[in-house]
Nanobody, 122 residues
Framework: QVQLRESGGRLVQTGDSLRLSCVVTGRPISDYAMGWFRQAPGKERRWIGGMSRSGTLHLPNRSIRDRITIIRDRDENTIYLQMVNLESEDTAVYYC???????????????WGQGTQVTVSS
């Protein structure tokens, strides 16, 4: 059974950068398409990017795509979400998810981490 665990969330200031980690245990990370999501207070969880099993990166057609990147480390069985120039609107719980059948787009994920809180203070 695959398990996901996010880490790296913390309180930061507007304009800061932050890297979140998602460690995959139980299976090789390359067995899964991986996605990053976030859920802001009072809002629905929303996809912010993903990576296919072959390593193709997918980002949404929103402005956030200019401030994030996703990197996979097969040796560490970890996927990272790197964010720059953080804004108060980035305050959310960030989740990673894994899908053994998908391509890393916005739906169809079967396994989820517990989330990590990012708070951006101005």
């Amino acid at each position: 059974q695959v398990q996901l665990r996010e880490s790296g969330g913390r309180l930061v200031q507007t304009g800061d950068s932050l890297r979140l980690s998602c460690v995959v245990t139980g299976r090789p990370i390359s067995d899964y398409a991986m996605g990053w999501f976030r859920q802001a207070p009072g809002k629905e969880r929303r996809w912010i990017g993903g990576m296919s099993r072959s390593g193709t990166l997918h980002l949404p057609n929103r402005s956030i795509r200019d401030r994030i990147t996703i990197i996979r480390d097969r040796d560490e069985n970890t996927i990272y979400l790197q964010m720059v120039n953080l804004e108060s609107e980035d305050t959310a719980v960030y989740y990673c998810a894994a899908d053994p059948d998908g391509e890393g787009y916005n739906e169809g994920y079967k396994y989820w981490g517990q989330g990590t809180q990012v708070t951006v203070s101005s």
